[in-house]
């Protein structure tokens, strides 16, 4: 072998390569272009665990938002019902105010469903409220209540309306949950309690 020339097998002994990142490997080939491998960031990993850790109650939250809507639709349908019996009837001036107090609340009920499903916290406010409003509707609708207030009061409740948790939403876009039926019967049950209950209160008022 002649001084200074280096045989093409030589290059790949250490002496004559130096220490590379782990994120590069040399193939077989000296001459080859360094394969460049995507490094896995430790932040998705958390994300993703933190976002199943959650999924579950994030869901509930969400179903409760629909069903807040659903409820928007049962009383939409009530108040029109109502104001068509008064117009024919003749209802006097006590019975519009009624009917105008549920008209408020039933766009309540749909600016609540609305924020729900998108984990805003003034909807996660005024349902609270209105779950401790529902407490007095003793034995039902204080069952129904407490679970609400859970969903929404919990440790669980505070992280999926967290704007951190919000972040980790959007880096996590492939874990999904699938409610089964019952939850959504159940859940269902409590909503039309809910406006059951709220109907009953203010018409003996």
């Given at each position: ?15 004559h ?25 430790e ?84 349902a609270?409220v ?39 939403i ?23 309690a ?12």
């Amino acid at each position: 072998m002649q001084e200074g020339f280096v045989f093409p097998g030589e290059l790949d002994t250490p002496r004559h390569i130096p220490q590379l990142p782990a994120v590069i490997r040399m193939e077989n080939n000296p001459y080859a272009a360094p394969t460049v491998y995507p490094v896995a960031t430790e932040i998705e990993p958390a994300a993703e665990t933190i976002r199943r850790a959650h999924i579950k109650h994030e869901v509930s939250v969400k179903g409760l938002g629909t069903l807040y809507f659903i409820g928007f639709v049962v009383l939409l349908i009530s108040i029109i019902l109502m104001i068509f019996a008064l117009v024919v009837e003749g209802g006097d001036a006590s019975e519009w105010a009624m009917a105008a107090v549920f008209m408020v609340i039933a766009f309540l009920y749909f600016w609540i469903a609305r924020g729900l499903r998108a984990l805003k916290n003034p909807a996660r406010i005024a349902a609270i409220v209105f779950a401790a409003i529902g407490l007095l509707g003793f034995p039902l609708g204080t069952l129904i209540s407490i679970y609400i207030l859970y969903l929404l009061l919990s440790r669980k409740g505070s992280m999926v309306f967290s704007p951190e948790y919000k972040l980790i939403i959007e880096q996590t876009p492939h874990v999904r949950y699938k409610t089964s039926v019952v939850v959504w019967i159940v859940l269902g049950i409590i909503i039309l309690a809910v406006v059951g209950l709220f109907i009953f209160v203010l018409s003996t008022t």
